[in-house]
């Protein structure tokens, strides 16, 4: 099999609506997350809520937050928040717009963990159909 890179390294963040913060501090660490209303995502693949991660100076956290929303889907996650249900955990792309408008604020930045990009991945063949090297000449990512 051979492995093609068609997306760059991508990171999580927390996110939650300034209204959040009205009456309360932001969390300073990850383990203060479970003192807070979240937002779950339940992987079905995963077996359940996924326990979102964090990485800071070679220290690795993983932290099941407490929450009456869950749902399937980011989209669902980042409309609830931004909704002001709670804090929740996004790809640090889809939260970027609502957080440069000021709709959201980010919390733990220096907690934010990197996991790598998307792969296309298919089996070795000496002549690839000049379609599929279309498409992967146009899919590869240019770092």
Not at 65 to 94: I, R, S, T
């Amino acid at each position: 099999m051979i492995a093609v890179r068609i997306a760059p390294d991508a990171r999580m963040i927390v996110v939650a609506a300034p209204s959040c913060f009205e009456s309360r501090d932001s969390p300073e660490t990850p383990r203060d997350l479970t003192r807070y209303p979240s937002i779950n995502l339940r992987l079905p693949t995963y077996g359940g809520f996924y326990a979102w991660e964090f990485v800071k100076d070679g220290e690795e956290i993983r932290v099941r937050v407490d929450g009456q929303l869950a749902f399937n889907g980011v989209p669902q996650m980042l409309a609830a928040a931004l909704d002001g249900y709670g804090l929740a955990f996004v790809p640090e792309d889809v939260g970027a717009k609502p957080i440069a408008e000021g709709r959201l604020v980010q919390l733990l930045a220096d907690w934010r963990p990197r996991f790598p990009g998307y792969h296309l991945y298919y089996p070795i063949r000496r002549q690839p159909s000049p379609a599929f090297t279309l498409i992967l000449d146009a899919l590869r990512w240019q770092s």
